[in-house]
């Protein structure tokens, strides 16, 4: 089994629409995690805070894992006609499982926190 990805058929806009569905996520991943910041600062204190941005520095790595990707296969498109000079996506994906992994720790730490 092949692991380089064949000729793409149709260039079309499938490209774009991936960057701004990644650039939506990364915005979301943002605002969930001030959100749960917010609410666990009663409860974590500056913890929440320190939490909070760490989610925030997730956040701007996907969304520049994303660019850079999308920079990458729109390069491979126009000049090769295919994805073969892509390298693996691995950045945003990674980046989107640890802001989740933050986030939930934000939200069971509000969850079970004193009143």
């Given at each position: 089994?092949?692991?380089?990805?064949?000729?793409?058929?149709?260039?079309g806009l499938q490209?774009?629409?991936?960057?701004?569905?990644?650039?939506?996520?990364?915005?979301?991943?943002?605002?969930?995690?001030?959100?749960?910041?917010?609410?666990?600062?009663?409860?974590?204190?500056?913890?929440?805070?320190?939490?909070?941005?760490?989610?925030?520095?997730?956040?701007?790595?996907?969304?520049?894992?994303?660019?850079?990707?999308?920079?990458?296969?729109?390069?491979?498109?126009?000049?090769?006609?295919?994805?073969?000079?892509?390298?693996?996506?691995?950045?945003?994906?990674?980046?989107?499982?640890?802001?989740?992994?933050?986030?939930?720790?934000?939200?069971?730490?509000?969850?079970?926190?004193?009143?």
């Open positions: 089994m092949s692991t380089v990805p064949g000729p793409v058929p149709d260039g490209a774009e629409r991936t960057a701004l569905a990644w650039r939506r996520t990364a915005l979301a991943m943002a605002v969930a995690a001030v959100g749960a910041g917010r609410l666990a600062a009663p409860v974590l204190g500056a913890l929440a805070l320190v939490l909070a941005g760490a989610g925030l520095l997730q956040a701007v790595a996907a969304g520049a894992g994303a660019r850079r990707r999308h920079r990458e296969v729109r390069a491979s498109l126009l000049t090769r006609g295919d994805l073969s000079g892509v390298p693996g996506g691995g950045l945003p994906v990674a980046a989107l499982a640890a802001g989740g992994v933050v986030t939930g720790l934000l939200a069971l730490a509000f969850v079970l926190g004193p009143g």
